[in-house]
């Protein structure tokens, strides 16, 4: 029986905390990027930068989690800016209209030049 799966990888980078998500982006798998990103808040950790290259799926419940997590960010007072978004995250994203709601740059090295100090 298949199992969709989420791998996350985190680092920081400058102030950011950068997450590389390699997987599916769906409801039964979003627990492991919610709690880590929580975390993060928790511990007064508020500039975030998602890598998106390696998403192979998402659904309307990772698109909400990305909206929440930029909510939350910003009320922290701090940054979300998605990268390097897969050919699927970019066309489920452009398709809802909810690009326009997010920061997305092109790859990593546009976000550490836009956003690293």
């Not at 989420?6 to 599916?24: A, D, H, M």
């Not at 919610?34 to 998106?52: I, M």
């Not at 970019?90 to 690009?99: A, F, K, P, R, S």
Request: aromatic share 8%; hydrophobic share 45%; charged share 20%.
């Amino acid at each position: 029986m298949y199992m969709p799966t989420l791998k996350i990888q985190s680092k920081p980078v400058g102030e950011f905390i950068v997450y590389s998500l390699q997987g599916e982006l769906i409801v039964s798998t979003i627990q492991v990027i919610k709690q880590a990103f929580l975390n993060d808040l928790n511990a007064k950790k508020a500039y975030f930068g998602l890598n998106l290259s390696q998403v192979t799926q998402v659904d309307s419940t990772g698109m909400a989690l990305l909206i929440n997590m930029k909510r939350k960010a910003d009320e922290a007072g701090g940054h979300f800016v998605l990268f390097s978004l897969s050919k699927i995250a970019l066309d489920h994203l452009t398709q809802t209209g909810l690009i326009s709601n997010l920061v997305v740059v092109k790859d990593e090295d546009e976000f550490r030049e836009n956003f690293i100090l």
